[in-house]
Nanobody
Framework: QVQLVESGGGLVQAGGSLRLSCAAS????????MGWFRQAPGKEREFVAA????????YYAPSVKGRFTISRDNAKNTVYLQMNSLKPEDTAVYYC?????????????????WGQGTQVTVSS
């Protein structure tokens, strides 16, 4: 099993920045892909960004590309999401996800492990 704990959420004004962190513990040696998803009230959980273990494969949702950056520190078993130029529509609960498969997935069903989520609220 792998446990994921997110941190770094909060309230920020539009145009501001936040950095989310997700620390993995447990059978971390089995994890390849790590990613971020988000879920706004009344909406389905959606893909934000994901990266392979070595960083060679990185994907972003079109809505965040150019504003968000995913990165990993494998020595610390931690994945980060740097969010810049935040917009009110970025408001959501952000979830960290991890999976042992080599292919970087863009769908929720492609991830075996999930964190509890951290709230990000962007005010206009």
């Amino acid at each position: 099993q792998v446990q994921l704990v997110e941190s770094g959420g909060g309230l920020v004004q539009a145009g501001g920045s936040l950095r989310l962190s997700c620390a993995a513990s447990g059978r971390t040696f089995s994890v390849n892909t790590m990613g971020w998803f988000r879920q706004a009230p009344g909406k389905e959980r959606e893909f934000v960004a994901a990266q392979s273990r070595g960083g060679g494969y990185t994907y972003y949702a079109p809505s965040v590309k150019g504003r968000f950056t995913i990165s990993r520190d494998n020595a610390k078993n931690t994945v980060y999401l740097q969010m810049n130029s935040l917009k009110p529509e970025d408001t959501a609960v952000y979830y960290c996800a991890a999976d042992p498969r080599l292919r970087v997935g863009l769908l929720t069903q492609e991830y075996d492990y999930w964190g509890q989520g951290t709230q990000v609220t962007v005010s206009s």
